[in-house]
T-cell receptor, first 113, second 115 residues
Framework: EPEVTQTPSHQVTQMGQEVILRCVPI?????FYWYRQILGQKVEFLVS????????KSEIFDDQFSVERPDGSNFTLKIRSTKLEDSAMYFC???????????FGDGTRLSIL | AQTVTQSQPEMSVQEAETVTLSCTYD???????LFWYKQPPSRQMILVIR??????QNATENRFSVNFQKAAKSFSLKISDSQLGDTAMYFC????????????FGQGTTLQVKP
């Protein structure tokens, strides 16, 4: 069964540094998403992306965040200047259409020191 | 604003028994989609079951079924014949038809299946 893949599985970064989280969505999916889960808390929506542009973003997704689909397969989340509170598990997801079930990757654990 | 509430932070059940996890939501939309996701200790997010609000029939997937009460805005998950592998955090989630696929999650219920 096709899967969403995320790399790296764990990223440790110094505060203030830039970090890029990578995702390869399922190939025939058109909608892409990033979510965040701070340890022990609920999963929070960050951004949705369709037709090469952001469809919706949450209040969390401020100017420090950006997303890109640089080629036909990758979908990236960049945090420009990381803060301690950015430490979380970041999940990428994709779906065929916006109301279909989203398939999640295994997540990237981001630790900011 | 749309919200999802899971009022049971933790639950436990004996192996082979049945357990029901509760979820309520709030929306002004008439058409929407509801999901249950499972997150085992490995932290993956796995889809368990999906329900379209316009369908009156409750969704079922093997040992998993839902009790969807649209008027009450309730969407509970029943797990029959619980197995040790069902031990996980369970999240109820909502997508509105007018949204951009944004999933709104509840706080989660940690389920422990005991041998």
């Amino acid at each position: 069964e096709p899967e969403v893949t995320q790399t790296p599985s764990h990223q440790v970064t110094q505060m203030g540094q830039e970090v890029i989280l990578r995702c390869v969505p399922i190939s025939n999916h058109l909608y892409f998403y990033w979510y965040r889960q701070i340890l022990g808390q609920k999963v929070e929506f960050l951004v949705s992306f369709y037709n090469n542009e952001i469809s919706e973003k949450s209040e969390i997704f401020d100017d420090q965040f950006s997303v890109e689909r640089p080629d036909g397969s990758n979908f990236t989340l960049k945090i420009r200047s990381t803060k301690l509170e950015d430490s979380a598990m970041y999940f990428c997801a994709s779906s065929e259409v916006d109301t279909q079930p989203q398939h999640f990757g295994d997540g990237t654990r981001l630790s900011i020191l | 604003a749309q919200t999802v509430t899971q009022s049971q932070p933790e639950m436990s059940v004996q192996e082979a028994e049945t357990v029901t996890l509760s979820c309520t939501y709030d929306t002004s939309e008439s058409n929407y989609y509801l999901f249950w996701y499972k997150q085992p200790p490995s932290r993956q997010m796995i889809l368990v079951i999906r329900q379209e609000a316009y369908k009156q029939q409750n969704a079922t997937e093997n040992r998993f079924s839902v009790n969807f009460q649209k008027a009450a805005k309730s969407f509970s998950l029943k797990i029959s014949d619980s197995q040790l592998g069902d031990t996980a955090m369970y999240f109820c989630a909502f997508i509105g038809s007018g949204n951009t696929g944004k999933l709104i999650f509840g706080q989660g219920t940690t389920l422990q299946v005991k041998p």
